[in-house]
């Protein structure tokens, strides 16, 4: 069956660690994957998307990485500070356009000062 | 104003009664999501608009009846609900087709409590 985990469902780390939030997939081949962030009591907010030909994306202190062989994305959040706090999502884009996004669980970060 | 706006952002509401949420978008966007999101489960999908053509409907009971009437208006028509159906009611939007990836910007979501 096809399923999408985030695998840990709360993630705990001191301010000024790396933090990395895993994603893997099974039964999908995903054309693209994006990350949100999601607020106690918000809708989700878009970070960073990445296509199935590239293996790293950069944003300020986020990085992104997806192996397609491993069928997994990492996310990684550098000098985490406790305003990273938050629950992340990752979203499978099956091909490009209008496809709809399959999105996991989500992990709840906490950054403790 | 910009952005997605969704009202109310919170509802309560008994089984017997009728009521909508509104979802509003300022982007110029082309397509409109309703999103269920409950504790501890991913985002649903419930339905999809693109060019007020709704393209799905992902199994969604009948007592949630979705509206477009323009692709900047999307609304959630709701009736005799039950208590399972009290979660975080997520709108979104996006561009499509084209290069965009189908990123999706969101509301705050209508918190909806059935008693």
């Known amino acids: 069956s096809q399923k999408i985990e985030q695998n840990s469902e709360a993630l705990n780390i001191q301010e000024g660690k790396t933090a990395t939030l895993t994603c893997n997939y099974t039964n999908y081949s995903p054309a693209y994957l994006q990350w949100y962030r999601q607020d106690p009591g918000r809708g989700p907010v878009f970070l960073l998307l990445i296509r199935e030909n590239e293996k790293e994306k950069r944003k300020e202190r986020l990085k992104v990485t997806f192996d397609t062989t491993l069928k997994q994305s990492l996310f990684h959040i550098t000098a985490s500070q406790p305003a990273d706090s938050a629950t992340y999502l990752c979203?499978?884009?099956?091909?490009?356009?209008?496809?709809?996004?399959?999105f996991g669980k989500g992990t709840r970060l906490s950054v403790i000062a | 104003e910009t952005g997605v706006t969704q009202t109310p952002r919170h509802l309560v509401m008994g089984m017997t009664n009728k009521k909508s949420l509104k979802c509003e978008q300022h982007l110029g966007h082309n397509a409109m999501y309703w999103y269920k999101q409950s504790a501890k489960k991913p985002l649903e999908l419930m339905f999809v608009?693109?060019?007020?053509?709704?393209?799905e409907n992902n199994s969604v009971p009948s007592r949630f009846s979705p509206e477009c009437p323009n692709s900047s208006h999307l609304f959630l028509h709701l009736h005799t609900l039950q208590p399972e159906d009290s979660a975080l009611y997520l709108c979104?939007?996006?561009?499509?087709?084209?290069?965009?990836?189908?990123?999706?910007?969101f509301g705050e979501g209508s918190r909806l409590t059935v008693l």
């Open positions: 608009y693109n060019f007020k053509e709704q393209t």
């Open positions: 979104a939007s996006s561009q499509v087709p084209g290069d965009s990836a189908g990123e999706l910007f």
């Open positions: 979203a499978l884009g099956l091909l490009s356009g209008n496809t709809p996004l399959v």
